[in-house]
């Protein structure tokens, strides 16, 4: 039962029948809002989107995969010039993780990009696999084409907090002045600066339900594949590592990840046929 559960994690089992009982914590604010989006969003259908999916592993991935994106960027800019006359973009987001030989909290694990083209592609740079965690990729002439992509003004890279994400990425290529990271990632735009409407703005999942009325679920790591012992050692302590190093991903994790990307730039997309520009 949920006595059991809460206290599972804290005493012995065998303890549970004479412990006294201890009233619930009392909910913060910040979980009373969430709890009031996850109740306001619930009725929404799920977010879908029909890109391809690619995981990319290596810098030859890397280089297939701008190829076919600059391919599909440019389909979509031919078919949509006559009727608007904004600018390029594509999806952009950031997964993190930790790493025990790093002081800092949270690392780069893997940058998702995805094409404005509803069926075009979205790419799933898995920095796990690079070498050294993918701290290399700036001095990479295997990564020229990705650079090339990343630090073209006039492609917008349009993601929640993506200015944030784009500084983080910089600190771990080693790009730490501003002026010389903007050489090599430019065009960023944060989405929740572009609706004017205070109503609208929010996280990704918060803008994914107001501007496209669709609910984006969080990955959940499912309780099936933990032990007792497991859920009882995560309670005790924070987990050292992530699950985006972990020696491969599961289907739900690729979905996630893809979604992330996908929906930002469908979002970005909503907005400026909104407001016509």
Request: hydrophobic share 30%; glycine share 6%; aromatic share 8%.
């Amino acid at each position: 039962n949920e006595d059991f559960d809460y206290y599972s994690g804290f005493i012995n089992e065998s303890e549970l029948s004479t412990a006294p009982r201890k009233s619930k914590p009392v909910e913060s604010s910040t979980n009373k809002e969430k709890t009031k989006q996850k109740k306001l969003f619930s009725h929404l259908k799920k977010y879908t989107s029909d890109r391809k999916i690619t995981l990319i592993k290596s810098e030859q991935q890397l280089r297939s995969f701008c190829e076919t994106l600059t391919e599909s960027m440019q389909r979509y800019s031919a078919a949509v010039a006559p009727t608007t006359s904004t600018t390029s973009a594509i999806g952009f987001d950031v997964e993190y993780c930790t790493l025990e030989m790093d002081i800092r909290s949270s690392l780069p694990a893997m940058i998702q990009l995805a094409s404005p083209e509803a069926s075009g592609p979205v790419g799933l740079i898995w920095l796990e696999k690079f070498a050294n965690h993918g701290k290399d990729m700036a001095g990479s002439p295997g990564c020229i084409p990705f650079f090339k992509l990343l630090s073209d003004p006039g492609i917008s890279k349009v993601g929640a907090s993506a200015s944030n994400d784009a500084r983080h990425l910089g600190s771990w290529w080693g790009l730490k002045d501003a002026n010389h990271r903007s050489y090599f990632i430019a065009g960023i735009v944060d989405l929740e600066t572009q609706n004017l409407d205070p109503l609208k703005r929010g996280g990704l999942q918060e803008l994914c339900a107001t501007v496209l009325k669709k609910r984006l679920p969080k990955l959940k790591e499912s309780s099936k594949t933990k032990s007792r012992n497991q859920k009882r050692r995560q309670t005790r302590k924070s987990i050292k590592t992530s699950h985006w190093r972990r020696a491969d991903l599961t289907p739900e994790m690729l979905k996630y990840a893809a979604d992330d990307a996908s929906s930002a730039i469908d979002i970005w997309l909503a907005l400026h046929e909104h407001t016509g520009e």
